[in-house]
């Protein structure tokens, strides 16, 4: 809580004056004063005494309250699952809570004032330059993704959205870490390809054991016509389905020699 408080030099001119009013007064009623105006002199400055005490204290808890409040909203800010950044016009780093400088890998103090560009990988680099003029030119959020390298870990792939601030000075910016959902999507997609190749196979192999079947009872049928020429029984049985499927089949021509009346 903010307290006026006067500067020095004004409490001194003030406490010189009210000095020198008191020693008027006393000059004007010659130094004599009544016992009563005494008790009543006495009694003011108690009430007065009173009346500071009771401020100070108010002070005090107002004080812890606003001390409460500030740590509260700390851990908020340093410990929020993404991460919280300041920029500046040219990219550079005003402020992060911790979360953001654990996705820097760097310590925060070791982050102040340095630029967010070289933190970015090379090839997006011109994305998040063309982010950062967005953000500066309109009122609107604007976002990007983009690649992090980590010093001594593997790169993350995160999300940045940001507006400017008020003034129009700041980039207000929030980092979300998007690397594990992308290794998901990746396993995913592998996964879905695999499925793809073996249900292509499938298929493949299916159509070939289709063929060959289909061969089989060909090659039946056409043994089963030759032993009719023959005049020997069908040495293979074929069903309706299976002569059916056969283009062209229809029933067996009459044994050699057979006739009618």
Same mark, same amino acid.
């Given at each position: 809580m903010k307290q006026n408080q006067d500067?020095?030099?004004?409490?001194?001119?003030?406490?010189?004056?009210?000095?020198?009013?008191?020693? /008027? $007064? #006393? !000059? =004007?009623?010659? /130094? $004599? #004063? !009544? =016992?009563?105006?005494?008790? #009543?002199?006495?009694?003011?400055?108690?009430?007065?005494q009173i009346e500071l005490e009771m401020q100070n204290e108010e002070l005090g808890q107002a004080r812890a309250q606003a001390e409460t409040l500030l740590a509260q909203y700390t851990d908020l800010y340093d410990f929020a699952p993404a991460g919280y950044l300041t920029l500046d016009r040219e990219g550079a780093i005003r402020q992060v809570n911790l979360t953001g400088a654990r996705l820097f890998g760097v310590e925060r103090t070791r982050l102040m004032n340095r630029r967010f560009g070289p933190f970015v990988a090379a090839g997006d680099r011109r994305a998040f330059s063309a982010f950062l003029e967005k953000v500066f030119a309109n009122p609107a959020l604007e976002g990007c993704e983009v690649t992090l390298s980590q010093e001594g870990s593997l790169p993350l792939v995160v999300r940045i959205e940001g507006t400017r601030s008020a003034d129009g000075q700041e980039c207000r910016a929030v980092v979300l870490d998007l690397t594990e959902r992308k290794r998901s999507e990746a396993?995913?997609?592998?996964?879905?390809?695999?499925?793809?190749?073996?249900?292509?196979?499938?298929?493949?192999?299916?159509?070939?054991?289709?063929?060959?079947?289909?061969?089989?009872?060909?090659?039946?049928?056409?043994?089963?016509e030759l032993s009719q020429r023959l005049g020997e029984p069908p040495r293979h049985e074929m069903d309706q389905f299976q002569t059916g499927r056969?283009?062209?089949?229809?029933?067996?021509p009459a044994p050699p020699g057979g006739g009618g009346a």
């Open positions: 500067p020095p030099a004004d409490a001194v001119e003030r406490r010189r004056r009210a000095e020198e009013r008191l020693a /008027g $007064q #006393r !000059t =004007e009623d010659g /130094g $004599q #004063r !009544t =016992e009563g105006e005494t008790a #009543r002199l006495v009694h003011g400055l108690q009430v007065r396993a995913l997609r592998q996964k879905m390809e695999a499925l793809r190749a073996s249900h292509a196979e499938l298929e493949q192999f299916n159509r070939a054991m289709v063929g060959r079947e289909m061969r089989m009872i060909e090659l039946k049928q056409e043994i089963n056969i283009p062209g089949a229809g029933p067996a």
